[in-house]
């Protein structure tokens, strides 16, 4: 593993009740990324989006050498297969890790799910897909996970994907909520980075 090396997977729910928020979105996760870009060592950054399919919008960027806007190609619409959204994202990204030496690997990885609906239009992949893969990657690879939900229990809604309540997290879908959830996904960072327990 390459020390101080963090790998930041965000897999963001883009389907039309998402829309009411788009801007939010975008603003807060731009305000996020200045604040990984200035945090110590390399911090590369992988964004998918999702709605009736996902759709890789960001891949591998290092934030030290991209100053652009990447929240630029966020846009809402349809419907949410959050399913294949996140199987499709675990299955990429681990694959281009496995592809590196392993002392090129990153040593520490975080994906994040973010939805404010519940799975409705996958067609690939099943919840028990979902929840294999997440328990595969922390047991074998380490990976941590997030899941970030609004209008529902994220508490059941993660923990039916296999995720311990604590990496769970409910906010509202508004501007006050998302600049919330911003700063609750930095601190995990920070924990992340400087080996803390989660936050309660």
């Not at 928020?21 to 990984?36: A, H």
């Not at 090129?104 to 897909?129: M, Q």
Request: charged share 30%; with cysteine; proline share 2%.
């Amino acid at each position: 593993m390459k020390k101080d090396y963090t790998h930041i997977l965000i897999v963001l729910d883009a389907s039309g009740s998402m829309s009411s928020i788009q801007d939010d979105i975008k603003g807060s996760f731009n305000e996020f990324l200045k604040k990984q870009r200035e945090a110590k060592g390399k911090t590369v950054f992988d964004l998918y989006q999702f709605n009736d399919t996902a759709k890789r919008i960001v891949k591998a960027a290092d934030l030290s050498q991209f100053h652009d806007d990447l929240m630029a190609k966020y846009d809402c619409s349809g419907c949410t297969a959050l399913n294949d959204a996140v199987c499709s994202a675990i299955d990429a990204v681990g694959h281009e890790f496995a592809a590196m030496p392993e002392p090129e690997r990153p040593e520490h990885v975080l994906c994040v799910i973010i939805t404010d609906g519940k799975e409705n239009a996958s067609k690939e992949f099943s919840t028990k897909d979902v929840r294999d893969r997440i328990r595969h990657q922390q047991e074998v690879y380490s990976w941590n996970f997030q899941f970030l939900a609004a209008n529902q229990d994220a508490f059941e809604a993660g923990e039916s994907i296999g995720l311990d309540h604590d990496d769970c997290m409910d906010f509202i879908a508004d501007k006050l909520g998302v600049e919330s959830m911003c700063c609750a996904l930095y601190d995990r960072m920070d924990d992340i980075r400087h080996g803390k327990k989660k936050r309660k």
